[in-house]
């Protein structure tokens, strides 16, 4: 079966800093694609980036990159100058080829402080 | 740019009542999928629609039914409601059922069984 794990239920950072973070996923398929979902306090699902497992090029989308590495079976999101409105949950997914289902890892708490 | 829409925002229920959580999408999305998110855990897949006509169990079906009622609506139905499904319930779309499109979410039903 195919999981998602992040680490971190909960982070904190200053307005401005760089903020990384984690996710680890199991799978035995060749390929997938994984993303990062922004749930602000409202409550919507916004998508942040996502990322195909046969590219090598890890994706990027303005403030917002990750760290692929396949071998390693890990997909970091990092925020670099953060902002207020960054303050969310955030939950990495996973979909195999072929699959319909995504699944999500438990997420993470992310807060931006003045 | 209405995107997902779900109706109701909030509900709360007595164990035993039935009800139907509604879902549309106007992005001509051919596939649907309901989840549900439960604190400390990502989005759970119950059901999905990779087309209009046909529907299939995701990881947690039991006590829901579905209804693909065209390729904008497909609703989410507890036919006899337990504390257990108390949650906030996810509707979501996709262009096609492929793997590698992204699922765009409605703003969530919080449910509450007494």
């Known amino acids: 079966a195919q999981t998602v794990t992040q680490s971190q239920p909960e982070m904190s950072v200053q307005e401005a800093e760089t903020v990384t973070l984690s996710c680890t996923y199991d799978t035995s398929e060749s390929n997938y694609y994984l993303f990062w979902y922004k749930q602000p306090p409202s409550r919507q699902m916004i998508l942040v980036i996502r990322?195909?497992?046969?590219?090598?090029q890890n994706a990027t989308e303005n403030r917002f990159s990750v760290n692929f590495q396949k071998a390693a079976k890990s997909f970091s999101l990092k925020i670099s100058d953060s902002q207020l409105g960054d303050t969310a949950m955030y939950f990495c997914?996973?979909?195999?080829?072929?699959?319909?289902?995504?699944?999500f890892g438990q997420g993470t708490r992310l807060t931006i402080n003045p | 740019n209405a995107g997902v829409t779900q109706t109701p925002k909030f509900q709360v229920l007595k164990t035993g009542q039935s009800m139907t959580l509604q879902c549309a999408q106007d992005m001509n999305h051919n596939s649907m999928y309901w989840y549900r998110q439960d604190p400390g855990m990502g989005l759970r897949l119950i059901y999905y629609s990779a087309s209009e006509g046909t529907t299939d169990k995701g990881e947690v079906p039991n006590g829901y039914n579905v209804s693909r009622l065209n390729k904008r609506e497909f609703s989410l139905r507890l036919e006899s409601a337990a504390p257990s499904q108390t949650s906030v319930y996810f509707c979501a779309s996709s262009v096609s059922g492929g793997w590698n499109q992204p699922q765009h979410f409605g703003d969530g039903t919080r449910l509450s069984i007494l």
């Open positions: 997914a996973f979909i195999s080829q072929g699959a319909q289902k995504l699944v």
């Open positions: 990322q195909e497992a046969y590219k090598q």
